[in-house]
Every structure is written in C-alpha cells, then in structure tokens.
C-alpha cells in the first residue's frame, strides 16, 4: 500500500515569498491533516479536512496560510507570504476517520526554511 | 485546554534493557491514546494505542499502560534496540463529530551500544 506522499521535500525561500506543498494522501482516506512540526516539538495541527469539507482550522494562521483539498484527495498548503517563524516541516497525514479507523498515517515531511 | 506533555525530554538506555517513556495528559474526555515513534528526517509512526476504556495494552515488545487516575500513560519497550532510537511523542485522541489529535512534546531515546 502507498505511503502519504508530500513535494518538494526541501525548499529554502526568503521571508514574503511564497511557497505551496502539495500532499497525496492513502487512497481511500476520508481525513487528511496538514500539521507544522517545528524543530524539537511535537506536530501542532494546522487544518484538518474531512473529505474536501474543513473540520478544524483554529490554529491556522488564516492571514498567510491556505490549504484546499479537491475533490476529496489532493491537499495543498500555501503560505504567502512567509515569515523567519514559519522555518519548519510541513506534516501531511490521512486517516480513514469516523469508526473506521483513528490511527494517523503521516508523509514524510515538507522541509521549510525561510530566510 | 488540551495539555500533552512528558516528564522527560531525553531519556539514555542502554542495550538489551528495557524503557519506560512517560506522558501526562489533561483532558479526561479522551477517548484513546497512541504512541508514535519518529525517527530523524521522517514522519511520525505509528506504534500502538489504546482506548480509555482499557489500563493495558501489548503489542510487539511494547506495552502501553493508561492510569486515569492520574491521567498518565506510558510506553515500556522491552529489550531495547539500537533501532529503537528516535523521539517518540505521545498523542491523545477524541472521537465525535470528528477525529482531534492533539500531540505532545515528545521524548528523545538514546539507546547506548
């Protein structure tokens, strides 16, 4: 079975640039989470949909972040424009949701910088 | 609000022994609770979770104990590997109208050739 799957994997841009990852989640998965883990610290949630609908977005910072999932599948994650606080790795991760299942399957990560 | 957090943030172990990571947590409306294991330059994995419900848990040379009492949980991995270093964070987890994840801090093992 295909893992979650994220690009690019590294990008360095300078502070007010933009820059989107994008993430594939496990075929089937109704849920797909974009976390920020920043160096040392556990995944802090930023957006979590359920198929393309949002469930959860309190601690996305909505004046320079956006994520969309079409139809359902593919997520992107947007941050414009970035700032010196915003270094960190971008988590994408799905899970099959409701009673079906709560165990959450992450990608390997989004390497961000920002200087 | 929700509080996931360890008591330590390092934790050196020496081969063959056993470990003990510890998680304190805050919010009694939990429904389970998992423990992820997260090795350098890669996503958290999952190891094992455990319902509310439940004060004992076994997988594969991992046992996770849930004492609600005192709102603590811990993961015993017997006969550490050098394999089984990385940081292991623990997670609490609630159910409804949606899945809510909330992770901790994490703890770093160092497992001692």
């Known amino acids: 079975e295909a893992g979650v799957a994220q690009s690019p994997r590294y990008k360095i841009i300078e502070k007010r640039q933009s820059v989107a990852f994008w993430c594939n989640p496990i075929?089937?998965?109704?849920?797909l989470y974009w976390y920020q883990q920043i160096l040392g610290q556990g995944p802090k949630l930023l957006i979590q949909f359920q198929n393309n609908g949002v469930v959860d977005d309190s601690q996305l910072p909505k004046d320079r972040f956006s994520a969309e999932r079409l139809k359902g599948v593919d997520s992107t994650l947007k941050i414009q424009p970035a700032k010196l606080e915003d270094s960190a790795v971008y988590l994408c991760a799905s899970s099959q949701g409701g009673a079906a299942g709560h165990t959450i399957y992450f990608g390997e990560g989004s390497w961000l910088t920002v200087v | 609000g929700e509080n996931v957090g360890l008591h330590l943030p390092t934790l050196s172990v020496q081969e063959g022994d056993n470990s003990i990571i510890n998680c304190a947590y805050s919010?009694?409306?939990?429904?389970?609770f998992i423990w992820y294991k997260q090795e350098s330059g890669k996503g958290p994995q999952f190891i094992i979770d455990i319902r509310s419900n439940m004060d004992k848990r076994q997988g594969q040379r991992v046992t996770v104990l849930l004492n609600k009492t005192v709102k603590h949980l811990s993961l015993q991995i017997a006969a550490t590997q050098p394999g089984d270093s990385a940081v292991y964070f623990c997670?609490?987890?609630?159910?409804?109208?949606?899945?809510?994840?909330?992770f901790g801090t994490g703890t770093k093992l160092q497992v001692i050739p």
């Open positions: 997670a609490e987890g609630r159910s409804g109208g949606y899945q809510k994840v909330t």
């Open positions: 075929s089937g998965h109704a849920t």
């Open positions: 919010n009694s409306a939990s429904d389970y």
